[in-house]
């Protein structure tokens, strides 16, 4: 994995889909008990506020969606949108072992970090 866009996964995912309606991570009066019981013990730091931090979400939901093959797109999406199963309940769902889901996993940061960078470039 790549760290820095494991990060940009995990904003991206807490901005445009969160576990519950409206995707409000403890920044929006909510309780901060309730919000790490939500979110399993991880706190997500609220993005909202931030344009460059919205466009940047944006920017990943394009290409998660448009540009990852099939079974990367399906392993990103389960990995940081599920937030209700295990592990190795999205390792079922994606249809593989847990060395492949997390290679397939990797494949998709190299993926997205490939196409922000000619994003950049263009």
Request: glycine share 10%.
């Amino acid at each position: 994995m790549i760290d820095y866009i494991d990060e940009a996964l995990r904003l991206w995912a807490a901005e445009l889909h969160g576990p519950e309606p409206g995707g409000d991570f403890g920044g929006g009066g909510g309780s901060m008990i309730a919000t790490l019981i939500a979110n399993k013990g991880e706190l997500i730091r609220c993005t909202r506020g931030s344009r460059v931090l919205l466009d940047r979400a944006a920017e990943i939901e394009l290409i998660v969606n448009k540009h990852l093959p099939v079974k990367e797109h399906q392993v990103v999406i389960e990995h940081y949108t599920n937030y209700d199963s295990r592990e190795c309940q999205k390792w079922e769902a994606c249809g593989c072992s847990r060395p492949q889901y997390y290679r397939r996993l990797h494949d998709a940061h190299v993926s997205i970090e490939d196409q922000l960078i000619r994003r950049r470039a263009a």
